[in-house]
Nanobody
């Protein structure tokens, strides 16, 4: 059974940092891009960042570029999201996901990912 478990969310003041982790189990994901998405109350799920299967290519939403860094450790089947200079508008539930097609650059459409975690809440206070 494939399972993705996010952790590291919490409450932080504006300007602070958090590091999210997503541990995958049930199969090896080293051949697949991984992505982070987020969903704020009343809003659609939106793309945050993606990293390709090897970790050599990353892509970010304009709203987080320069503040967030995605990385992965294939030996641990884990992907990370380092979030710095957090803003109140970053408040959301953050989800990790696995690309549905192997060996391609990550994409920003949620529909292209076929496994999802349960999400972790990030709240940034002003």
């Amino acid at each position: 059974q494939v399972q993705l478990v996010e952790s590291g969310g919490g409450l932080v003041q504006a300007g602070g940092s958090l590091r999210l982790s997503c541990a995958a189990s049930g199969r090896t994901f080293s051949s697949y891009a991984m992505g982070w998405f987020r969903q704020a109350p009343g809003k659609d799920r939106e793309f945050v960042a993606t990293i390709n299967w090897s970790g050599g290519s990353t892509y970010y939403a304009a709203s987080v570029k320069g503040r967030f860094t995605i990385s992965r450790d294939n030996a641990k089947n884990t992907v990370y999201l380092q979030m710095n200079s957090l803003k109140p508008e970053d408040t959301a539930v953050y989800y990790c996901a696995v690309d549905s097609i192997s060996f391609r650059l990550g994409v920003d459409s949620p529909g292209e990912y076929d496994y999802w975690g349960q999400g972790t809440q990030v709240t940034v206070s002003s």
